[in-house]
């Protein structure tokens, strides 16, 4: 999971391309992701991007309006916290606090790269926190 975590870093996300499906278990989102390898080589670019999770038994959210489609999330980190083994919970971190919550039987999670890849304006940059 740190290593989607790591590709997942920065990627921007519309909460109108995230759908909680209870009946299957199932967590998905679209995210435009930065890419990272890219940059190591000077290049600035996004590529579209697909993360689901299965076997999730809830799905709860912080600070993200249940109305509004259209808001935009940056998306930090993907991390777990274990609860009677193999059973945890994931959490989806966002800037400015917001979070998704999903309560899992295990960790079965895919990610994968949808479509082309396109330049991007800018390289994230993150505060020095000290």
Excluded: N, Y
């Excluded at 009946?23 to 579209?48: C, I, M, N, S, V």
């Excluded at 808001?71 to 959490?91: D, H, I, K, R």
């Amino acid at each position: 999971l740190a290593v989607v975590s790591a590709h997942l870093q920065d990627a921007v996300v519309r909460k109108g391309d995230i759908a909680w499906l209870p009946a299957e278990q199932r967590f998905a989102l679209a995210l435009r992701r930065f890419d990272w390898e890219g940059a190591e080589r000077g290049q600035k670019r996004r590529r579209l991007a697909a993360l689901h999770f299965e076997r999730v038994t809830s799905a709860r959210s912080v600070k993200i309006e249940p109305g509004a489609k259209d808001a935009v999330f940056s998306l930090l980190a993907v991390t777990f916290a274990e609860a009677q083994s193999p059973a945890g919970e994931v959490t989806l971190h966002f800037s400015d606090g917001a979070a998704i919550r999903l309560g899992v039987e295990c960790i079965e999670a895919q990610m994968k790269d949808l479509g082309p890849i396109w330049e991007a304006a800018a390289t994230p940059a993150h505060p020095d926190p000290g």
